[in-house]
């Protein structure tokens, strides 16, 4: 059986990023992670991503190939990839500046968007800050 594995990368979009188009992307994120029983989180801050992923190493193993792949990226770095016991994250979340304005245009998503408290020292925070 495969192991639960949670992966912690930065990039940042390859264009400016619309309203419209976080939008997109977070309906088919949240779609796809949802199907595949991912969990974590994306955070989108200064057009810059930083997302934790967690699941079956299997199932993380194939997203972070199509992730580094994806040309709607760039400057993608990994910043940990590590073995964990149990999901700290109980579902998909997503946050961002403009969390009001996409819960109430994305309404089938909004479970998605939430004050998600992150620990000060995560590594996702740490690299964000440090401009990662």
């Known amino acids: 059986m495969s ?9 940042e979009p390859a264009q400016n990023m619309s309203f419209l188009g976080l939008m997109r992307l977070l ?4 779609s796809n992670n949802q199907a595949s029983g991912i969990t974590g989180a994306l955070i989108y801050e200064n057009n810059k991503f930083g997302q934790v992923i967690e699941g079956l190493e299997m199932d993380i193993e194939v997203l972070w190939q199509k992730i580094q792949k994806d040309t709607r990226h760039k400057n993608v770095r990994l910043i940990e990839s590590k073995h964990i016991s149990e999901r700290s994250f109980s579902k998909w979340t997503m946050v961002f500046q403009g969390n009001e304005e996409i819960a109430k245009t994305l309404p089938d998503v909004s479970a998605a968007i939430e004050d998600v408290d992150f620990p000060v020292d995560h590594p996702l925070l740490v690299a964000l800050r440090d401009g990662g």
Do not use: A, K, P, R
């Open 3 to 11: 192991q639960l594995i949670e992966l912690t990368y930065v990039s």
């Open 27 to 30: 309906y088919h994120s949240y």
